[in-house]
């Protein structure tokens, strides 16, 4: 199978760096999944689950709550706002950072930042919700 | 010449002194490693971004390219936001910051140009307060926070958009110490707004696919980059600062080691020198009767 060089870094760490096939990428259009080879682009992410296919291993599955990727034809890159390996997640952490969220929604100033808050806060419900699913399954 | 009490008390002093420089020579030492490890963890995010944004920014060019990457098109008015430590016994760290910020500021007043200037961190701002008063528009204290992280730098960084989108500043140029080694800290002044573009770095011909599109991710990437740049001269000076603290304090403790070995032996030479006199004054004494 051919690969490509795939890197997660999030501000506190690098997440995950080395050769991958496969990167299914949580866009806000969509979900995509990014080949060797694949046209250049860069789009903005938002909450959801970054799936790592490596040629040995079955895959690694990725938290990321918002941020983007690069994709060019040497690299793909994505710069997760916040990133965590999914072992890590548990409903919990959810609910801290919907919180922390709605505490941010009543204290910003501007519409426009409590317009883009409330995007993130039903990001973030909403991938709850599919969290939780995923669980019971 | 003083008494063998002044100089006991004297060397007890400078143990006591001596004490405490070790303690915060290893409590410096406990902490650097923990700031140093922030501080390197971040770089590759930093990097990485400054990597997406000018890639992306030598797609935009002309008049549609944002304020943050283009400019207002004119440098009359400079913002100089310095980053300090809040506290002192570190050495020439702070300093060493504020003079850079200093010559800069007036070398920009010497060009006729206004010069605001915003002070994160306590020392740094009662370095400055004393020339520039009228210039420092604001203080920002970290005080309370044991570690800045992300919170901290997107607070000030939502300060400064809203500055430059009321058209208070022009460029804003940003102070701090990047951390080089435990003896090594490089007072650095970076460019911030209009964002700074590092030159060399590759062109990839590639023309990008927006999804949704350019200026929307432009718009969202461009603060964050600031936030984000901002971070990293929190965590770089956060390292600086410890490393500059314990090679101060390790020469600190040693002058103190020195001081007591030349006091313990002044010690000695008057006590002994005391007691060949009363020797004498007996054995003269004696041989009168």
Same mark, same amino acid.
């Given at each position: 199978m051919a690969t490509f060089k795939f890197e997660l870094v999030s501000p506190e760490r690098i997440l995950f760096s080395g050769d991958v096939v496969s990167v299914i990428v949580p866009s806000v259009e969509g979900e995509m999944t990014v080949l060797a080879g694949h046209a250049p682009l860069v789009a903005t992410l938002k909450t959801g689950i970054v799936f790592v296919q490596t040629t040995e291993s079955n895959g690694k599955e990725f938290f990321v709550n918002g941020g983007l990727v690069e994709v060019n034809h040497e690299t793909t890159t994505i710069l997760a706002e916040q990133g965590k390996f999914?072992? /890590?997640? /548990?409903t919990g952490v959810l609910d801290a950072e919907i919180l922390t969220v709605e505490t941010r929604i009543a204290g910003a100033h501007t519409e426009e930042d409590k317009k883009r808050l409330h995007e993130t806060l039903v990001q973030l419900r909403e991938f709850k919700h599919v969290f939780e699913q995923r669980k019971a399954a | 010449m003083p008494s063998l009490k002044d100089l006991r008390n004297r060397i007890a002093s400078v143990k006591a002194t001596q004490k405490i420089t070790k303690a915060m020579q290893m409590v410096a030492a406990a902490k650097l490693r923990r700031a140093q490890m922030a501080a390197e963890a971040a770089r590759p995010y930093a990097e990485r971004m400054e990597t997406v944004l000018a890639n992306l920014a030598s797609g935009v060019s002309g008049s549609s390219a944002p304020r943050l990457i &283009? %400019? @207002? %098109?004119?440098?009359k008015v400079q913002l100089l936001l310095v980053l300090t430590a809040e506290? %002192? =016994?570190? %050495? &020439?760290f702070n300093s060493s910051i504020a003079r850079l910020a200093r010559d800069k500021a007036l070398a920009l007043k010497a060009e006729g140009k206004t010069v605001k200037i915003i002070c994160v961190g306590k020392k740094g701002y009662d370095i400055l307060r004393r020339q520039f008063a009228s210039d420092i528009i604001e203080f920002i204290d =970290?005080?309370?926070?044991?570690q800045v992280g992300f919170v901290n730098a997107e607070a000030i960084a939502q300060n400064i958009l809203t500055r430059f989108n009321n058209g208070e500043f022009d460029v804003a140029t940003l102070f701090f110490s990047k951390f080089r080694s435990v003896i090594a800290q490089i007072p650095t002044a970076q460019r911030i707004i209009p964002a700074e573009i590092p030159e060399? @770095?590759?062109? @990839?011909e590639a023309v990008y696919d927006y999804e949704p599109d350019e200026g929307e991710i432009l718009e969202t990437l461009l603060p964050r980059n600031l936030t984000v740049q901002i971070l990293r001269g929190l965590l770089e000076n956060a390292a600086s600062e410890q490393g500059a603290r314990m090679s101060a304090m390790d020469s600190a403790t040693r002058n103190a080691g020195e001081m007591i070995k030349k006091q313990t032996t002044l010690y000695n030479r008057s006590r002994q020198a005391m007691i060949t006199k009363e020797l004498i004054e007996i054995i003269s004494g004696a041989e009168a009767l």
């Open positions: 999914l072992e /890590d997640v /548990d | &283009a %400019g @207002t %098109g004119s440098d506290r %002192g =016994l570190c %050495g &020439a =970290l005080r309370e926070f044991k060399g @770095t590759k062109q @990839t």
